[in-house]
């Protein structure tokens, strides 16, 4: 289901109550602040100085940044919100705690959150929309307090997006995989090797691993590695394997395939030094010769602001 209200009540809007719309604030730290401020790539920073053209957008993109966290902060304060920022590694969120969370920064800051909510709607406001795709973010800095109020007050689109369940030895290890997951060697110069099982097929690949993942991430890895866009309100999962091995000509039924709801995708690593990718390179998991890896439907989908299926139509219109 998608262009649905949120699944939540709408907070009551009170300029300046102390018994405003309970919403946590998950700011992007940008990379100019990482690398200046806190002098943590003396590299960077001598590349900075010399005007080189490999960093020449790290300043401008944090100024962006930081005018729209004063817009966002602003707009929140302006409507009376309690706000909550969560740092580091956020824990769980639910709407028992927040009415809403709100991301400032690209679609990593958003994808960064959405591995910890769990009921709760989010609306990503893109901080430098000039250097940033931002598909997941629904909001930008000019328009900050005008979407919030509107998230708050259930007007905003939303869609209901899928998330997908990763399991190593029947022990979950992701279970809220919004954009896709790599499975490959740890090195990228050595083959991945594993049994993939679908249904009744059952294939052993050799390959550069492979991409999975929800209809949310078939415009990113899995299309550029030739997998199809898929609609935004689909339920399926979508397999790419990335540069099969096919030596005698062979062909793998198990290349590109879709796995539906109530079905699981079953891997058995080959590999002694394997790893696993949720949402970008931050978060991994090592595989190992023997384990068994499962990719199944989450039941936690998440409901994401300011987007809806028009949104996607428009965007394949211009690939």
Known sequence: MV??????????????????????????RSAWHAVVREGSDVRVTTLLRRGDPTVARLK????SHERTVEDVLAALETIGARVSHIDGAPSELRSNRFDLVVTVGGDGTLLRASHC?????????????????????????????????????GKLPSAVLARMRVARNGKVVAKRVLNDALYCHGSPAATSRYIVELGRTIEEHKSSGFWIGPAAGSTAAQRSAGGRILPLASQDLQLVVREPYTPLGE???IKNALVHPGETLLVRSKMRDGVMFFDGPEES?????????????ADEPLTLLGISTARRRAQRKNW
């Open 60 to 63: 401008a993109a944090h100024a």
């Open 285 to 297: 998991v090592k595989v190992e010769l023997g384990d068994v890896v499962t990719f199944s439907l």
């Open 251 to 253: 062909r793998y039924k």
């Open 117 to 153: 909510v769990a009921d709760v709607p989010v609306l990503g406001v893109n901080s430098a929309p000039e250097s940033s795709v931002g598909f997941f973010c629904g909001a930008r800095r000019d328009g900050a307090l005008r979407s919030i109020e509107a998230a708050l007050s």
């Open 3 to 28: 262009e649905a209200s949120p699944p939540f009540r709408p907070a009551t809007l009170r300029r300046g109550a102390s018994s405003g719309p309970r919403v946590a604030v998950l700011l992007k």
